[in-house]
């Protein structure tokens, strides 16, 4: 931090108040620089004490498992420089940056919806949505379709370097009057290149689709444009041009569209299907888009004009599950798709599982030696040898005890007077020690403190008062994670459980 001149402050915090806290300094290019403030009081001094916090987990943690980058911001900061965008399949540490504001967080998707979340609350959070758009792609002009789509080999086409590579897709000449349907070369972005395909079949074009709330079911009405061909009725005979049109409930033989499982779009007329004008020779930067009779060529192969994809503009399936979840001392905000919820347990990957696929997850994390750089590193594949050298370099522990009859305990005065005789039976302790944790399960089944004094009236002092003797009396269970560093213990889980006592007082 000292060697970064254009860090920026963080924001107010209260020194008048015994606590700890965490502080968030960007740096030039608004990376999080995350400190822990100790705020303490001696007598009628307040010590403020600044810690780093390279060996401590974060306080909160944004992870997007979803495909698509979302932005997200401390909920009322007006400062448009403090939100941050974190990327597809990745993690970002974070902290706020105004502390005496509430702490809420205002996460969304650019061109999609938004909503505001309590990190304090593990539940789940409002639904993000975002307009999933598609390209009407010509899928022999990308290369990635040419190589797997088993056509012959290009001196076996005539022209067929003429068109690969050339990225076309459908696109709208705005220059005439007519919205015609034209082929150009894919520019992310462009509007008039995005469609979206209505429940009832329709295409719309976005770029003639007035803006929407994304979390609102699109409505439907007869002023929008669709794709429809240029004149009034279809030629089983003749290719006629495809043009935007305003939705006729009369023209849905034309304005209902159908993308085939072979490769083809197709309205609801038979025997017609879009295609390129002139065959091959109209895949080209300006081609006109037609609808046409079916071609076949040799073994049934549809012909390369008329092979049309859908492509995403965004990945996914336009919906977001977000929820807050605890993963130790941190809380997580984790965004994943809808689809990937919905997902079979069957068909999940397990963590750590050789099905896993851990190239599919990128941690991003702060290199203090490179302040203004942002390191993103891929964790690498273990292999056999990797999993040998670790068990021959770190071995666990692992520790069972077992006492059926349990241990007794008497309390002596210093006069050599028994006082009271403890009885703890059915000791039950599973220690695990692992390179990344240490796990403690113990568990007493009974416990009775008997009282040995004798005028008393009553010999049973405290009992455990249980309905199920399998139920133990006492049980622990721990988890700590093993860090290098040496000032602070990180436990993932804690759990004390003591059941009902009574007593007797003498």
Known sequence: MADDNKCRWSGGIRIDKPGSLNIN???????SNIMHVEVSLRGATFFVIFNDYNDIPPPYRIDNLSE????????KVADMSLRTTCRAKTSCAYSWDEPILPPTLTVGVKGGSSATYSLERLEEGEKLYYENFIYIAMTHTFDRQSQQSGLPSSSAIQGEESYKRKQLVFDIDISGSDKCVVLRPKEPGRRSQLWRMTTTGMLQNEAFIPPRDP????????????????????????HIPLALRKADERRTATQTWFFDVDGRLHCNIGGLVVQARHGMQGLYNGGEVVLGPTEFTLQNRVPVEQAIERQKNLPGSGSLVVKVVADGPTRVLQLSDIWANQQPASQKSVPGSSSSNREDWILVSNERKMADSLVIKRPRVASISDAVDE??????IEMVIWLRDGVGLSLVNDSLQELAY???????????????????????????????????????????????EKTPALSLAVTKLQTSTKTVDIYKRLIVTLCKMRKHPH
């Open 25 to 31: 300094m960007r740096s030039s290019n608004q990376q």
């Open 215 to 238: 979390r609102k079911t699109p409505s439907e009405t007869s002023d929008m444009l669709v794709l429809d061909i240029a004149e009034l009725t279809a030629n089983p005979q003749r």
């Open 422 to 468: 403890i009885t703890l039976t059915g000791i039950d302790v599973h220690y695990l020690e692992s390179s990344g944790e240490i796990n403690l399960n113990a568990g007493i089944n009974n416990i009775q403190v008997d009282n040995q004094l004798q005028t008393s009236l009553k010999p049973v002092v405290l009992f455990a008062s249980k309905e199920d």
């Open 68 to 75: 698509v980058d979302v932005v997200f911001y401390q909920s």
């Open 391 to 396: 068990e021959n370099t770190k071995k666990d």
